[in-house]
């Protein structure tokens, strides 16, 4: 498998420890997704509510649309915060190397 921009600036190991102490010590959901939206690390700190009440129900699921996974549309040219249809708000963080996006940091699920 190829590697992308940024697991060629990071090791996935070094994105996935980083993510999962910004996880703990912010108390959100944290992923990070390569420029094309793909997932690059696996979710730190995944929320209760939405780990249990809406990943695991058909219903929840179809509602949320794996929002947490998507870079949000207008995250390209710096941070964007948005709410998901079940009230999550989640924020999108794009990585910028030279004017160039070659990822983003989608954290959240914070109930508000």
């Known amino acids: ?33 390569d420029a094309n939206g793909n997932p690059v690390t696996k979710h730190s700190n995944l929320s209760y509510y939405c780990n249990q009440f809406i990943a695991q129900n058909e219903i929840g699921c179809k509602l949320c649309n794996n929002r947490c996974q998507e870079p949000h549309p207008s995250s390209q040219k710096g941070y964007t915060a948005y709410s998901c249809p079940l009230g999550l708000t989640y924020f999108t963080l794009p990585f910028i190397v030279n004017t160039k996006t070659i990822g983003y940091i989608n954290g959240g699920q914070v109930l508000t």
Request: hydrophobic content about 45%; overall charge neutral; cysteine-free.
């Open 1 to 33: 498998m190829k590697k992308t921009l940024l697991q060629e600036l990071l090791e996935t190991y070094q994105l996935q420890h980083t993510q999962d102490v910004m996880a703990r010590l912010l108390g959100v959901g944290i992923i990070t997704l």
